[in-house]
């Protein structure tokens, strides 16, 4: 299995309001990057999107690690959260819907074909590639 590191993060101008989301894959020598933007959207959907965007570009199942700082994500895995809405009928510990089911469904969908380590990283806190994704989130917002 190949080994990819995938960097990613979510932005919004409001919340809600405009939002971007950008990432950064790493395999070897490789680097790509990739950035989208929503006119009305939640800073949550956004770092989903770019966690979702950024799996949906690997071609076959690989080994990943995946670096977001968004907590709501990450912990999503690592507490099991996922399993719990999805034994729930997507209903959360607050007995509402789980927002952003889609995104939600698909990147569970990938985490059965991937090998996902997911590491929360400090937002702002100098991590190179952490800033670069939070560069091309609040770029793409620019570009609406």
Not at 101 to 121: A, F
């Amino acid at each position: 299995m190949k080994n990819v590191k995938i960097y990613t993060d979510g932005a919004c101008s409001g919340n809600p309001g405009p939002g971007g989301w950008g990432c950064v894959l790493l395999y070897g020598d490789h680097r790509k990057e990739l950035s989208g933007a929503e006119t009305l959207t939640t800073n949550q959907k956004m770092e989903l999107r770019a966690a979702f965007e950024g799996l949906k570009m690997l071609k076959e199942p690989c080994q990943v690690d995946l670096f977001s700082d968004s907590a709501y994500l990450v912990n999503a895995f690592l507490q099991n959260w996922l399993d719990k809405w999805e034994k729930n009928g997507w209903i959360n510990s607050k007995k509402q819907s789980v927002e952003n089911q889609d995104l939600w469904k698909g990147i569970l969908e990938m985490s059965h074909i991937h090998q996902i380590n997911w590491h929360k990283v400090k937002g702002h806190a100098g991590n190179e590639e952490n800033e670069r994704c939070d560069l091309l989130a609040r770029e793409a917002i620019k570009s609406l």
